[in-house]
């Protein structure tokens, strides 16, 4: 019997997005998520609570989060999105400026390892707890636009050798660009506002290419019916499969490194956030190499 485990190639639905906007302040990054349908809004930054913005929100019939409800605590954040993806609720999209939310988790760090802070040790919280993040944004059956600053890119000259600024990039972890399937640098050019595609999957957003910063256009490109689709929610395991699983393991004997790869290839960092058909999954296989 074959050991390959490829599939045939088969179309899917795009479901809703995933992506990333960055630019300079005031281009226009809040304004764009706050015209997406029902937006859940999570102000990290605290400039959402004007009231022009929060006049927009309410017509839009979203929620606001402000910083005085946690909204720059990675765990709150966290658990308001593992909210979201398990209950019932009118709300289509998830909005989150996401840089100063990352450089306050790692400031504070560093002010707690004072002069231990050596070799990025400060940062490990943070890109934990963006992968966390990450994991439960790809459960989360919402549009989700992750906002970002702009900052100065480096790199090496390859004639002269030295390291000069080579263009500008999201402030923010380095990997979330290659976790989303679309990234956007936005422009103002004199009146107007466009949005530069910097990294994209999609067909309808060519890299390198521009179009104005509206979200009707960008309806257009990736599929009106698909970000205005109704949402729905996962239902996670039981305690009862919980409690099974962790008998299972236990007599199967599962090493670690294996119980890494089942959480890993199911998005999830234990064994609870599993949904209810993954762990019967994950039961069936201990199970059957318990007959072997």
């Known amino acids: ?12 639905n795009p479901g809703k997005i995933k992506m990333m906007t960055f630019s300079k302040s005031g281009i226009g990054k809040t304004w764009l998520s706050m015209d997406f ?11 959402a609570r004007l009231g022009h913005y929060q006049e927009k929100l309410k017509r839009a019939n979203g929620a606001y989060l402000g910083v005085e409800d946690g909204a720059c605590d990675f765990q709150t954040v966290i658990e308001q999105v593992q909210a979201l993806a398990t209950e019932k609720h009118p709300y289509q999209t998830l909005a989150i400026p996401i840089t100063k939310l990352y450089q306050t988790t790692i400031a504070h760090e560093q002010y707690k390892l004072g002069d231990k802070d050596v ?25 989700v636009l992750f906002e970002a600053h702009e900052t100065t890119e480096w790199g090496i000259n390859p004639k002269t050798g030295n390291r000069e600024e080579v263009g500008n990039q999201p402030d923010v972890w380095e990997k979330l660009i290659y976790e989303l399937d679309l990234t956007l640098r936005l422009e103002k050019r004199g009146n107007s506002r466009f949005a530069v595609v910097r990294k994209s999957r999609l067909l309808g957003f060519p890299e390198g290419e521009s179009f104005p910063l509206e979200y009707s256009e960008f309806a257009k490109r990736y599929g009106k019916d698909f970000i205005e689709s ?18 299972l393991i236990d007599i199967v004997k599962v090493d670690e490194k294996d119980t890494t790869k089942i959480l890993s290839k199911a998005n999830a960092e234990n064994w609870s956030e599993l949904t209810q058909d993954q762990a019967a999954t994950t039961i069936a296989w201990l199970k059957k190499r318990i007959e072997v």
């Open 230 to 247: 109704k949402v729905s929610q996962i239902v996670l395991a039981t305690p009862a499969q919980v409690t099974e699983i962790t008998k």
């Open 37 to 47: 349908p029902t937006p859940f809004y999570i102000d990290s930054e605290g400039g």
């Open 1 to 12: 019997m074959s050991k390959l485990k490829a599939k045939d190639p088969a179309l899917t």
């Open 119 to 143: 070799f990025g040790a400060s940062k490990k919280p943070a890109i934990h707890a963006m992968r966390q993040l990450v994991n439960w944004i790809n459960k989360l059956d919402m549009n």
